[in-house]
């Protein structure tokens, strides 16, 4: 009898049981998400703070969940052909609302002509905003966010930059594990999340920083990954 398991059926197995899991938990949060708004319909204004502590600490967990869940998915589904800067578009109010609270500035320095690219928006839209918003909790006041994007011999780069105090070797190599993270409310999961997706999408990621001076996050979408010619 051989109960050996091929390292794909193994994936998926733990992709199934993050879907079955997932289900299970999320249920139960949505009846006590709807309660809970029921009570505050009925309740004196005084629970208002509590109320909404309760509820972002139910979408928290709602995130968390649903970071798990495509970390433990090992392929794609839906990649369409689509611009990268339509992207980081659509995502701009989400960024610029987030700098404006923190007193912070953004800077794009999109390339002209860049190719299009065969993505999952979705998960790549995720990856920006991981990388941004990790980029502006690093800084202070006053700190800028620059997303670059350029064409390079082995594909399109997408460079997302901050002006925060670096990460020290050490740090780097721990940060992609999932759970790793430094902030009281951090869940460490965001940059396990980056780089699986990235690794869907048979990309690179890599980090170059300076302490005291600002961090690069490089994203390499290949060539061979898949996208079509440019035309013009
Ligand atoms: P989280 O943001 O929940 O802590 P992440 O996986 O997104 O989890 O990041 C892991 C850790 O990597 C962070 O807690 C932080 O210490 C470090 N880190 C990530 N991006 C940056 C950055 N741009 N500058 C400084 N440190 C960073
Ligand atoms: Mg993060």
Redesign the pocket.
């Known amino acids: 009898l051989r109960t050996e398991l091929f390292n794909a059926d193994r994936l998926s197995l733990v992709g199934q049981m993050a879907a079955g899991i997932t289900h299970e938990i999320r249920n139960p949060m949505a009846v006590v998400r709807g309660f809970l708004q029921l009570m505050k319909e009925k309740s004196p204004t005084s629970l208002d703070h509590y109320y909404r502590i309760v509820m972002d600490e139910l979408d928290r967990a709602n995130s968390i969940i649903s970071d798990f869940l495509s970390l433990a998915q090992s392929r794609s589904v839906n990649k369409e052909e689509c611009h990268l800067h339509d992207i980081i578009h659509e995502l701009s109010p989400l960024l610029w609302a987030d700098a404006n609270l923190r007193g912070q500035s953004i800077e794009l320095k999109l390339a002209e002509n860049l190719p299009r690219l065969k993505l999952n928006t979705k998960e790549i839209k995720q990856v920006i905003l991981?990388l941004s918003?990790?980029a502006m909790?690093a800084m202070e006041e006053k700190g800028q966010l620059t997303l670059e994007t350029h064409t390079t011999p082995e594909g399109v780069e997408l460079l997302v930059t901050d002006t925060g105090p670096g990460i020290s070797p050490a740090k780097q190599e721990k940060m992609f594990q999932p759970f790793f993270t430094t902030k009281t409310q951090?869940t460490g999961l965001?940059?396990a999340l980056c780089l699986s997706i990235i690794e869907r999408h048979n990309g690179k990621i890599s980090v170059e920083s300076e302490e005291g001076r600002g961090t690069t996050f490089s994203v390499l979408f290949r060539r061979s990954g898949g996208y079509t010619a440019e035309v013009g």
Do not use: A
């Open positions: 991981n918003r990790n909790e951090g965001g940059l």
